[in-house]
């Protein structure tokens, strides 16, 4: 977090010092308790409130309460959740902002506040907090529709079109048909257009699009679906505005989606590495290359598997197609691996992120993951279970044993993912020694059903007793 602005007053100042340093030592609930009493002193100052729901946020996150608590927050949450509404509709929107506010110190991680929230900001012409506000939904979801769509009209209006491109872009692909969306990029691209064309002193937005070719050029641009002709014809065109302007990163992308588009994924590669030498950090373009390669495989993959099926022993072809996949693997995973970089309080990510460390045999790696992403209480359940047989693959079995046994505490009836879990520590008893243990583990599953794996042949095993 950022020192506080000269600007601020020194009092305050000195709340969102103690605020940081707090927040460095993970010390949430103090933080958010000097975030809270600089916000009350002056409201105005956006940034406090961006922590305040950051703090909010790692707080519920790292400290996850239990499934009563939780539903309990969700409630009381809700109802707060009602009262802003009902503020909000009889023009108090001040007031409906404390409510919501109110409402994310019992449930932070409730989107829909935020957005709420973001709206109403919007409606007060505060757009800087609107757009805190929204990116804070985006920290908590980043596939939340409606945050992604309300920063890609926000951008779009401060005329910083190359983030108000991501955003629209992020969320197309969430939803294709949206006409909000589709909308916003349609506009966008006018807007783009008129940037780079010099247009901006003419005297209406409906007097800058009349030009002939740019209007036409804008007609395909916003095509939802482009013909080769089409593809061809923007390329052409962009090529010739990028002879005037070689490094305008707007257009760049255009050639190297138009390239991608038409199938030239190596022209598409080297412009999208071009837009990255203007901006390293730019996701939109290492995403675009990441997708491309990751196609490339594909293809590669498809054409050795149908060669394989004309050779079915061919050995040279199998290695072929084993190091394509160890490929596609890698690249996978690094960018899942970036991705956890880039978002570490995104617990789905890390699960997901462990699964394939997992997979690859990485086990320690894998059980950080998992120790993390069991701090949402959705996928507690699954973390356990599966932290354990990483424990029981390690050899750590007493270990293992623990991680069921917690796994099973927070479950009722035997349904099939209980029955794995049973199973698993029944196994794991088996190995340590432990016959009598295990055999109890595997009759539970047993009484319920009798078809599960090998547990039949185990029971009639255990009442025959040793063999001689």
């Not at 503020?87 to 935020?114: F, G, H, R």
């Not at 046994?405 to 035997?414: D, F, I, R, W």
Request: aromatic share 6%.
């Amino acid at each position: 977090m950022a020192d506080a602005p000269k600007e601020i007053p020194q009092e305050i100042q000195a709340y969102l010092i103690k605020a940081e340093g707090a927040f460095k030592k993970h010390n949430y609930d103090y933080a958010i308790e000097l975030y809270s009493n600089a916000l009350e002193s002056d409201k105005t100052i956006n940034k406090i409130r961006h922590y305040l729901h950051i703090s909010k946020i790692k707080n519920n996150r790292e400290n996850p309460p239990s499934f009563i608590v939780l539903g309990l927050h969700k409630a009381k949450g809700q109802a707060i959740a009602l009262n802003a509404k009902k503020l909000a509709s009889q023009d108090k929107i001040n007031e409906a902002i404390d409510e919501y506010e109110k409402s994310l110190s019992v449930n932070p991680l409730n989107t829909k506040t935020l957005c709420h929230m973001g709206d109403l900001f919007d409606q007060l012409d505060n757009k800087e907090a609107a757009i805190m506000t929204f990116q804070d939904a985006l920290m908590v979801n980043p596939n939340e529709l409606n945050a992604l769509k309300e920063l890609g009209r926000l951008f779009k209006e401060k005329e910083e079109f190359d983030k108000a491109r991501q955003y629209y872009s992020h969320a197309q692909k969430l939803n294709p048909t949206d006409a909000d969306i589709l909308q916003g990029l349609k506009d966008l691209s006018a807007l783009q257009t008129i940037d780079r064309g010099g247009w901006q002193d003419q005297d209406t937005f409906r007097d800058k699009i009349l030009d002939k070719e740019k209007a036409s050029e804008l007609e395909i641009e916003t095509r939802a679906s482009k013909s080769a002709e089409d593809i061809e014809y923007l390329i052409n065109s962009i090529k010739k505005n990028l002879a005037s302007d070689p490094e305008n990163v707007n257009l760049l992308f255009k050639l190297a989606d138009s390239y991608k588009a038409k199938g030239f994924l190596a022209e598409a590669i080297e412009i999208y590495s071009q837009i990255l030498k203007l901006k390293p950090e730019n996701e939109v373009a290492l995403r675009n290359i990441e997708d491309i390669n990751i196609k490339s495989l594909e293809v590669d993959l498809n054409k050795l598997k149908e060669s394989l099926k004309i050779d079915p022993e061919n050995t040279q072809i199998k290695q072929k197609i084993q190091e394509v996949e160890n490929k596609q693997n890698q690249i996978h995973c690094e960018r899942i691996k970036n991705q956890v970089a880039k978002l570490p309080n995104d617990l789905a990510l890390r699960f997901k992120y462990g699964m394939l460390l997992k997979q690859k045999g990485m086990l320690d790696e894998a059980i950080s993951q998992f120790q993390e992403a069991i701090k949402d209480p959705s996928r507690r359940l699954d973390g356990l279970n599966i932290i354990g047989e990483c424990f029981k693959d390690k050899g750590l079995l007493d270990l293992a044993v623990t991680q069921f046994k917690k796994a099973l505490s927070l479950t009722g009836e035997v349904n099939e993912k209980t029955k794995m879990i049973i199973y698993n520590l029944g196994t794991a008893y088996e190995k340590m020694g432990k016959s009598q243990e295990a055999v109890e583990e595997f009759k539970k599953i047993y009484e319920v059903d009798i078809s599960y794996k090998d547990v039949a042949k185990k029971i009639e095993q255990a009442y025959q007793g040793p063999k001689d």
